[in-house]
């Protein structure tokens, strides 16, 4: 145990000196100031927060969720005064629906602005592929995409899917998505999908973990069925759904056909009345435990990873501004996360900003 006085302490029946307290401030990433305080403060997520557990609200956000918003935050509107200075203009899909909006009407606006096209995702080879695809055209669309599995660039932060998959800032000249990056491909394929549903209804929120067991808010349930829409869409799943085949067959077939995950083709099955409530909750169970079995790779390439963890349209701006002598290096680069100015060069380089 790292603090085995920590007992002692509580009960009061001791104190630490202050290097102790000083390493444990550093280890559960807690201001030193806060252990001074009367009473613990509350902090709260800075924006709408929708995640619930047995339809009760989530009170205590970790700092890993809390430190990640608040880098987004930033990085927004630094972006947003980047694109005022350029004149960028409002973006129509900001806002442009409602919780009284079609799904399928929401669903096929948003295919069409993305234009995300369903026979050539069913083309590519790989989730990977499908969701660099997508992210891509977000991006082009004038939304800034994040996809990250850690706190910045800290490795030793990774960030938890159970405790959010993702988050929208909204914003009709800066819209954000973060993806959590610690999830599956195939999971953040429908996270994406849910966040840009954020974007056209122009909220910002943070996403419930459990998207299957019945959201209590209604704007993420309206989002859920919008985002299974936008990526498996009924029309196109009932014709190749396949009433005689193996459930699991299925779920292998369709979830590689439509690049998206076995729980999502589990909705889409239980949405047509294909199996019971009672089979769904087996098979879902059964299915997310062994997605959460397989374990992940990670690393590769810096900057590719880089331009993915910030997002290429952001560091685009960023690198750009800078060069051009708008942007203090050392402000970039804090908001880069990085250190050194070789980083940065390449970094740039790696975008395509030479």
């Known amino acids: 145990m790292r603090f085995p006085h920590l007992r002692h302490w509580e009960d009061e029946e001791g104190q630490p000196t202050l290097k102790q307290l000083e390493k444990y401030a550093r280890t559960t990433r807690t201001a030193i100031g806060y252990f001074f305080l009367p009473e613990p403060p509350v902090e709260r997520v800075p924006i709408p927060d929708l995640r619930t557990v047995a339809n009760q609200n989530i009170e205590h956000p970790s700092p ?22 350029h004149g960028d203009r409002p973006l129509p899909f900001v806002g442009s629906a409602s919780l009284n909006s079609s799904v399928e009407d929401t669903a096929a606006a948003m295919r069409e602005a993305l234009r995300f096209d369903l026979a050539e995702r069913q083309r590519m080879a790989t989730w990977t592929e499908a969701l660099r695809c997508f992210i891509e055209l977000a991006d082009e669309l004038g939304v800034l995409v994040t996809v990250n599995g850690v706190v910045g660039n800290n490795n030793h932060r990774r960030l938890d899917p159970q405790e959010f998959r993702g ?24 996270t994406l999908a849910h966040e840009l549903a954020h974007i056209w209804l122009g909220e910002s929120a943070v996403s419930d973990s459990d998207r299957a067991r019945g959201p209590a808010h209604e704007a993420e349930a309206w989002c859920n069925e919008v985002a299974a829409e936008v990526l498996v869409p009924k029309a196109a799943f009932r014709e190749t759904f396949d009433t005689g085949e193996e459930l699991q067959d299925t779920l292998s077939r369709l979830a590689r056909q439509f690049k998206v995950s076995t729980l999502v083709i589990l909705r889409r099955i239980r949405g047509i009345g294909a199996i019971t409530t009672a089979q769904f909750w087996a098979a879902y169970d059964a299915e997310l435990g062994r997605i959460q079995s397989v374990q992940r790779a990670s690393g590769g390439d810096f900057y590719l990873t880089q331009g993915v963890r910030v997002g290429k349209r952001f560091g685009r701006a960023l690198v750009v501004s800078t060069l051009e002598g708008n942007t203090l290096y050392r402000d970039a680069m804090r908001m880069l996360g990085i250190s050194k100015m070789e980083t940065f060069r390449e970094f740039g380089h790696s975008l395509g900003v030479e």
């Open 64 to 85: 890993d969720l809390l430190d990640t918003i608040y880098i987004c935050q930033e990085r927004q509107e630094w972006y947003r005064e980047f694109a005022r200075f």
């Open 167 to 190: 988050f929208a800032l909204s914003d009709d000249i800066a819209p954000m998505v973060f993806v959590n990056g610690a999830d599956s491909k195939a999971a953040q394929m429908f």
